[in-house]
């Protein structure tokens, strides 16, 4: 059963408010929890202890997944765990800022089937379906996260958010940051997916088509393994976000993760390659071409957005741990027609 649920006043994101207790970090935010402001609508219940204080300024959480919307809107997913996080926000509005309020936020309350998602590090807005976005959790070995094998087609409409569809991850994963969907020539979709691949230099990128009504896969394909300039080395992720902009060029970002809460971060985004849609196939570039470089902010997101006058825009989402997450738009003309 889905369930759609009203979406309720945005929530500036530079207010302190609220507090997240995540990865092993208390956050607490002011004296007012979001399960109590007075905006009404649906708010999730976060834990924390009575005594929890501090004067931390933002409320936005990771931006572990990010699909644009509209003109000024965006979906975004949250990495809370299950059981332990079960009271946390996975799935939120995120609106660009018009003043000094910053970005704005409206956490949704989507009613997962079974239980509550499961480290979602990924969203993609499927090309054809109103208002419908793929959502994957990011897949591990059962004895580390028991629940975190499955993609949800999530519905957004001006009344809020419903799962409308699921199914189990269809092959065998292992920490899975990066999703894409893109349109094939045949007007069918490709899915594509590729691993974060902890340590490596290289992460396979692989694709099927998919359909809807219900959710399927077919026969999965490789298009090669996109091998990443930068960062490398034993705290490189080389594939933490995947995105396929209007035109079908396919982007990654790449990271650098001490395994420290507090940093610092690096990373770097490319374009490695493009769909071939009359072949409904992926090809990848020989050499990536660098976007762009973000020193201290662990990019775990893309969203790709044609503005009105037909000029392309990437937009990043962070992942900082202690330092939260935002979003930022990296600069028109890096991402020009090759």
């Known amino acids: ?85 079960a009271g946390f926000p996975r799935v939120s509005v995120l609106e660009l800022p018009t003043g000094l309020d910053g970005i704005r936020w409206t956490p949704l309350d989507v009613a997962f089937p079974d239980q509550p998602a499961s480290d979602l590090e990924s969203v993609a807005r499927i090309p054809g379906a109103a208002d419908r976005f793929l959502v994957a959790e990011s897949t591990e070995d059962a004895s580390v996260k028991p629940f975190s094998n499955r993609i949800f087609v999530l519905e957004v409409t001006g009344a809020g958010a419903a799962v409308v569809d699921h199914a189990e991850w269809p092959v065998p994963t292992t920490n899975v940051e990066g999703i894409a969907v893109a349109e094939a020539g045949d007007g069918g979709l490709l899915f594509l997916f590729a691993e974060r691949a902890d340590g490596e230099r290289a992460s396979e990128i692989r694709f099927a088509e998919m359909s809807l009504d219900p959710i399927r896969f077919g026969q999965f394909r490789s298009a090669g393994y996109f091998a990443s300039p930068g960062p490398s080395g034993p705290a490189a992720r080389p594939v933490a976000a995947l995105e396929i902009d209007a035109r079908g060029f396919i982007y990654a970002a790449s990271t650098e ?24 196939a992926v090809e990848l570039d020989a050499v990536p071409a660098l976007i762009g470089t973000l020193d201290g902010l662990k990019v775990e997101s893309l969203a790709a957005r044609q503005r009105p006058d037909g000029t392309m825009e990437i937009w ?23």
Not at 13 to 42: I, P
Not at 257 to 280: E, L, M, Q, T
Not at 323 to 337: F, N, Q, V
Request: proline letters at 8%; glycine letters at 12%.
């Open 257 to 280: 993760d001490p395994d420290d809460d507090g940093g610092p971060f690096r990373s770097a985004v490319y374009r490695i390659g493009r769909i071939v849609r009359d072949a409904g």
């Open 316 to 338: 990043v989402g962070v992942d900082d741990e202690h330092y939260g997450g935002t979003m930022r738009a990296l600069p028109a003309r890096a991402i020009a027609s090759p």
């Open 1 to 85: 059963m889905s369930r759609s649920v009203d979406i309720p006043p945005v929530i500036p994101a530079f207010r302190s408010w609220t507090c997240f207790a995540r990865k092993g970090a208390l956050l607490a935010v002011g004296m007012v929890s979001l399960g109590v402001c007075a905006h009404g609508g649906a708010r999730p219940v976060l834990d924390r202890p009575d005594d929890a204080r501090s004067d931390r300024a933002s409320l936005l959480p990771d931006v572990s997944g990010l699909a644009g919307i509209d003109g000024k809107r965006f979906l975004a997913v949250h990495d809370a765990k299950y059981p332990e996080e």
